[in-house]
């Protein structure tokens, strides 16, 4: 068993290798069940986007939250309360020094980590997450990402994999009644790395700039452009150093 520890929270299925761990997923499985796997050939990310990592050194997982009478105020949070779950988990194999970028990335020390894509499914969101775990620097895609080995972790791919699941499983469930919720606003802007910071955003018509101020309602980025606060609900966001 690839995940003994994980396998204690939900029903965790095994994967030896698929394209992309969204294509398993069984809308009408239980509660917190977990398709997960260490080596996932065409994982999606997203704006289409495909998150390709070398077999055997890559988490990638997908969790199916059922969302039953929740409003959808609370819904839309769940991208945000996945990554917090998830750097929750990241947090004691690297230090303490997980954050989140909005939207949907994990960061150690400015360098991508893990991240996120959330769908809706039928009555649930199906939560899909990569982290990166012993990749080495020459394996990364970019000089701005990084894995838990090199940040100091401790341990074979498999060791670190069931550790994070176990531990994302554990935090994501205890945050699903907060949704929506002002505490777990809170706690999301306090763990987003992105917001105090000058930004660049990609939107689909153009570019904004300005810094970061705050989370809106539903989870919007809100980017103070100099003259107006822009609440930002989809776009690429780049930290300015």
């Known amino acids: 068993m690839l995940f003994p520890g994980a396998a204690r929270i939900a029903k965790v299925v095994e994967l030896d290798s698929i ?16 398709w997960a796997t260490l080596d996932q050939r065409a994982g999606r990310g997203r704006l289409g986007r495909e998150w390709v990592s070398p077999a055997g050194k ?16 609370a819904v839309a949070w769940m991208p945000l309360a996945a990554g917090l779950a998830l750097a929750d988990a990241l947090d004691p194999l690297v230090a303490d020094r997980a954050g989140l970028k909005w939207p949907n990335d994990v960061l150690v020390d400015e360098r991508k980590i893990a991240g996120i894509l959330c769908e809706r499914r039928k009555g649930a969101v199906a939560v899909g997450f990569g982290v990166n775990l012993t990749l080495t620097r020459d394996e990364l895609p970019t000089d ?20 994070v699941l ?7 469930d205890a945050l699903l009644p907060a949704l929506g919720g002002e505490e777990l606003r809170t706690a999301i802007a306090a763990s987003l790395t992105t917001i105090g910071r000058d930004v660049r955003v990609e ?39």
């Open 144 to 163: 701005r990402s990084t894995s838990l080995t090199l940040e100091g972790a401790e341990g074979t791919a498999a060791v670190l994999a069931d550790a």
């Open 19 to 34: 394209a992309s761990t969204f294509d398993a997923v069984d809308d009408r499985a239980p509660h917190l069940t977990t």
């Open 58 to 73: 890559c988490l990638a997982a997908t969790v199916l939250v059922h969302t039953g009478r929740m409003p959808e105020d």
């Open 166 to 172: 176990w531990h994302m499983l554990r935090s994501l």
């Open 203 to 241: 939107l689909p018509d153009g570019e904004l700039s300005g810094r970061a101020v705050g989370l809106g309602p539903a989870g919007e980025l809100q980017v103070d452009s100099g003259d107006r606060i822009v609440d930002v609900r989809a776009g690429d966001v780049v930290h300015v150093r």
